[in-house]
Nanobody, 128 residues
Framework: QVQLVESGGGLVQTGGSLRLSCAAS????????MGWFRQAPGKKREFVAA????????FYVDSVKGRFTISRDNAKNTVYLQMNSLNPEDTAVYYC?????????????????????WGQGTQVTVSS
């Protein structure tokens, strides 16, 4: 059974930092692109960041550029999202996702429908 398990969420003050982790089990995604999405209350799930299989290519939504960094450790089958300079607008449930169709490539997808595997999410709350 394939599982993606996020961790690292929590409550932080404005300007603070959190590091999210997403550990995969049941299969390896070392040759696939991975992404992070978030969903705030009453809003649609939105793209945050993606990374290709090697880590050599990344892409971010404009609102997090310069503040968030996506990375991966293929030996640990884990993807990370380092979040700095957090603000209340970053409050959401954060999900990691895997794109098995992107095998050893450089294409990074931003649509929810383009990712096949999803974690259960981890809550990030930023207080003002």
């Amino acid at each position: 059974q394939v599982q993606l398990v996020e961790s690292g969420g929590g409550l932080v003050q404005t300007g603070g930092s959190l590091r999210l982790s997403c550990a995969a089990s049941g299969r390896t995604f070392s040759s696939n692109a991975m992404g992070w999405f978030r969903q705030a209350p009453g809003k649609k799930r939105e793209f945050v960041a993606a990374i290709n299989w090697s880590g050599g290519r990344t892409f971010y939504v404009d609102s997090v550029k310069g503040r968030f960094t996506i990375s991966r450790d293929n030996a640990k089958n884990t993807v990370y999202l380092q979040m700095n300079s957090l603000n209340p607008e970053d409050t959401a449930v954060y999900y990691c996702a895997a794109d098995p169709s992107s095998s050893l490539g450089y294409i990074l997808r931003v649509r929810v429908s383009e990712y096949e595997y999803w974690g259960q999410g981890t809550q990030v709350t930023v207080s003002s």
